[in-house]
């Protein structure tokens, strides 16, 4: 009997023979009832077991195992049995496939196919005509017979078996690099690996904030239970679902930056119904594009680990779950999509690096024209501002926002009574606002600035926040090194305040001084 075992707490494995593991047990759940003739497979929490008799060849066995795990549509895209893609969800496979394109099978050899490209039409969520995306079909791929590994070289001493020794290439590990050495691995361990293009999950990378070249990602999880990864991994493009998911779309899969499709996906394994010990909370995010000394090849570009283990992380997953849609685009060749807007990948970035949640915020506000279109966006920053644990952060956002409530209540009783344009008069005051906080170069500049601002707005009374939190404030206030944070902080209070409030601060306001605001 042939026989093919793997087990997680295998202490040679890495990261990716764990995610690979990961995808070899959710494509063996896939085909329970559908084996290839002649095999048989067992998946518990921890090991993968595939066995087949003695009558069928090891090469025999481990060639229909392959054909049956990475199979091709009639469309000539990538099938992956084991992330469980409907035929419904002809987007998220469009996705799928053009990221593995230029990821795992970047190399035309390794996904022989038509010269042409072959085009979907996409529709976006107001958009009643839809957009034309391009896609090349292949006729084959290398995970389909372990092309390039050498796992079935004909060798006259072991015939029917696998070679001893084999291969790894780009196609079983992004960026992986033979050097002068090589690196080779056994076969058993190379056929292992080819599943790591279903275990670890690609997105469509089009950076907003920062300007790197990547075209994709690929997300490597830390897999520590196989039974329910395997149950996760499939359940993101499950139809029927009751939960709320954000990459089982074509527009899910396009993101900012690689550090927002790690904690996109790691909020997609953490399903509800799973025991906490056995989700993935850490990941590896290889990001996959040009680099300087390679002009002709996508490379990995950048390569780090990604945890949920931050005491922000609920404001990021605010961030994703208002603001992390991707919105479609018309262009000359087809439609294309980009982030809706740029803060879930800031936010995803400054927490990957252990930097604050609003670090270079500012950077997003250089332009009237850039903060006039982040305002449209203001109920998702209500959102971000709700999920902030931060005492000191909420402390400085509310008393500036209750200062600028204030002060917006003066502007619109002086407009009443002068029979002006209200609305008018608290634009030019919220853009001399932004200025004045980024010209504020120094600590004492800014801090100056934001007391006589508070001061300017509590003439009749003192504003709630200072007396109830006045010597937290003086604490930040005067800490020099909190002087970047505390911009970023103004600057978020700014373009986050309620909108609904005007509406309030307008009706209530008889005099220029209402007390009862």
Known sequence: MGELS?????????IYHRAALGGLAATMKALEGKMPEGLSAEVTA???RIWWPEALSDRDAVARLLASSFRLTEDKMIDLPGQGIPDS??????????ALCVSFLQHPKMRPGEKGARSVVLRGADDDVGQR????????????????TGVFDV????????????????????????????????????VLLLYLMVGAPVFLLRPRTYKEKAQACVVVPEVSNLVEFARALRSIAAPGKSFQRFSDTYLGRVVGGAEEAA?????????????????????????MGKVAWDKNQINRSQSFHVDTDHPEFGVFRAANTHLGRAKILPGKNGGFAVPESPIPELVAANLTAGRHWASSFALLLKTKKETKYLGFAWKGLLHMKEAIRDVDDKTIIDAFQEAWRRSMATIYGDAKRDGANGDRRVEVERERIRNSILRSKTSDALVGWFLRFCADASREAALSVFQQNGERLRLFLFEPRNIDRLQNLLLFALVSYSRSDKAVTAANTASPTSSNL
């Open 6 to 14: 793997y087990r997680l707490t295998n202490p040679g494995y890495t």
């Open 133 to 148: 995306f391009t896609y090349k079909a292949i006729n084959s791929y290398a995970h389909q017979s372990a092309k390039g």
């Open 263 to 287: 904690l996109k996906l790691l909020l997609d394994l953490a399903i509800d119904d799973i025991a906490y010990n056995a989700r993935v909370t850490r990941c590896r995010a290889i990001a």
């Open 46 to 48: 921890d090991a993968v």
């Open 155 to 190: 060798d006259r001493k072991r015939t029917g078996k696998l070679q001893l020794v084999a291969s790894v290439s780009q196609a079983l590990v992004p960026g992986a690099m033979a050097g002068a050495g090589g690196l080779d691995l056994s076969s058993d361990e190379i």
């Open 89 to 98: 969800k002809i987007d998220l496979r469009l996705a799928i496939h053009n």
